[in-house]
T-cell receptor, first 116, second 105 residues
Framework: DAGVTQSPTHLIKTRGQQVTLRCSPISGHKSVSWYQQVLGQGPQFIFQYYEKEERGRGNFPDRFSARQFPNYSSELNVNALLLGDSALYLC???????????????FGPGTRLTVL | DAKTTQPNSMESNEEEPVHLPCNHSTISGTDYIHWYRQLPSQGPEYVIHGLTSNVNNRMASLAIAEDRKSSTLILHRATLRDAAVYYCSFRPLVFGKGTRLSVIA
């Protein structure tokens, strides 16, 4: 079975631009979560979606938005890019979307975003 | 607060057991303890999880303290491929800085 896939693998943008990152979950998984991982730090939670509804949001500005499609794939959008947005963006899928309960996350390889 | 405390780094010799500790003093009674690891240039991967009892799987063992305020991930025989950053978490969406494990041949 295919794991979580993300595209693109690498991306270079300039400050002020907008970016869209894409994620396809494991077949049968209905929940997708997005994380930002800055070099040397653990992943920081951005959003969780379950059945196309937002289930959770981390401490990120409104420049970050996301959505989940009927086929459970997801997009993360970041507007007005800042240098500090440079990071590895990880997508994870899980079978359920109940935060705090047993809900193992399966991660994709990530998209490396560089903002110049 | 879902904060966990782990050593920044640990080192092990190949073929020896490794015990990776984690403190999670604010854990609630229904929170599962999850461990993930992240190999270089990859996304994190699931290792093991547990609630109260010690757990074993093909990758590792998880020992959970009786008060559940700490846990230990046990790699029974470290290999070079186990060199990674190991994260413990008791909220599936919350990760700390993790422990960077180095394995020496």
């Amino acid at each position: 079975d295919a794991g979580v896939t993300q595209s693109p693998t690498h991306l270079i943008k300039t400050r002020g631009q907008q970016v869209t990152l894409r994620c396809s979950p494991i077949s049968g998984h209905k929940s997708v979560s997005w994380y930002q991982q800055v070099l040397g730090q653990g992943p920081q939670f951005i959003f969780q979606y379950y059945e196309k509804e937002e289930r959770g949001r981390g401490n990120f500005p409104d420049r970050f938005s996301a959505r989940q499609f009927p086929n459970y794939s997801s997009e993360l959008n970041v507007n007005a890019l800042l240098l500090g947005d440079s990071a590895l963006y990880l997508c994870a899928s899980s079978s359920e979307g109940r935060e705090g309960l047993f809900d193992t996350q399966y991660f994709g390889p990530g998209t490396r975003l560089t903002v110049l | 607060d879902a904060k966990t405390t782990q050593p920044n780094s640990m080192e092990s010799n190949e073929e020896e057991p490794v015990h990776l500790p984690c403190n999670h003093s604010t854990i609630s009674g229904t929170d599962y303890i999850h461990w993930y690891r992240q190999l270089p240039s990859q996304g994190p991967e699931y290792v093991i999880h547990g609630l109260t009892s010690n757990v074993n799987n093909r990758m590792a063992s998880l020992a959970i303290a009786e008060d559940r305020k700490s846990s230990t991930l046990i790699l029974h025989r470290a290999t070079l491929r186990d060199a990674a950053v190991y994260y413990c978490s008791f909220r599936p969406l919350v990760f700390g800085k993790g422990t960077r494990l180095s394995v020496i041949a």
